[in-house]
């Protein structure tokens, strides 16, 4: 890279140099024409050889511009494919992370389904279960009814019953005491 910048100052210098001693040669010595045409050639050369180092550090520089901006593209190709591939993956993920948020709705709206379901049935068994039970106390309480006038009539038979007994007690008893009031007079009297 040195010898380059070398090799274009040192051409610049060069031309400069022999357009100058062409210029000094033409005006003050304008009868030496070999020399002027050799310092013309030279000039000429030197022309040659600037234009031509010139044009190669302009090839450099766009070459090195060139290279920067097809590394640049690479890099930009490179990130571009790889936000395709994240945005891609992404796509995908929230794709499969709706399907399974609809599954779960359309699951959950079946589970509700099948709870309200579970819910009016046990409604109506409830309901079933409510409706004997209020029939067998009605029963019951029919039976109980029944047991109790049979019962009362039970009762009041046996209250008669027992009555009778106790007066039919109370008769002997009556006898007896008066039968044995009669001896303990007779024994008194005797």
């Given amino acids: 890279m040195n010898s380059k910048k070398s090799n274009l100052t040192f051409s610049a210098v060069g031309f400069i140099a022999s357009m100058l001693i062409t210029l000094y040669l033409i005006v003050n010595m304008h009868e030496m024409l070999q ?15 600037l ?7 302009i090839d450099e520089i766009s070459e090195a511009n ?22 891609s993956s992404s796509t995908k993920q929230n ?12 699951e959950n709206k079946k589970l509700n389904g099948e709870l309200i379901e579970q819910q009016k049935l046990c409604t109506k068994i409830l ?7 209020s029939n067998k106390n ?8 029944k047991l109790l006038v049979q019962l009362n009539g039970n ?22 005491y008066n039968d044995n009031n009669d001896n303990v007079r007779r024994m008194r009297a005797n």
Avoid: C, H, P, W
Avoid at 127 to 133: L, P, S
Avoid at 138 to 145: E, F, G, H, T, V
């Fill in 95 to 106: 794709n499969a992370l709706i399907a399974q948020i609809k599954e779960l709705q359309e």
């Fill in 66 to 87: 060139m290279d920067k901006q097809t590394e640049l593209v690479k890099v930009e190709k490179g990130i571009y494919s790889v936000a395709k591939r994240e945005e």
């Fill in 127 to 133: 309901i079933k279960k409510a409706q004997e039970n």
């Fill in 35 to 49: 020399l002027i045409i050799i310092f013309g050639l030279i000039a000429v050369a030197d022309t040659y050889f």
């Fill in 155 to 176: 009762t009041t038979n046996t209250s008669k019953e027992t009555i009778e007994i106790l007066e039919e007690i109370n008769k002997t008893l009556d006898a007896y």
């Fill in 138 to 145: 009605l029963n019951s309480s029919d039976r109980i009814s």
């Fill in 51 to 57: 234009v031509d180092s010139i044009v190669k550090k």
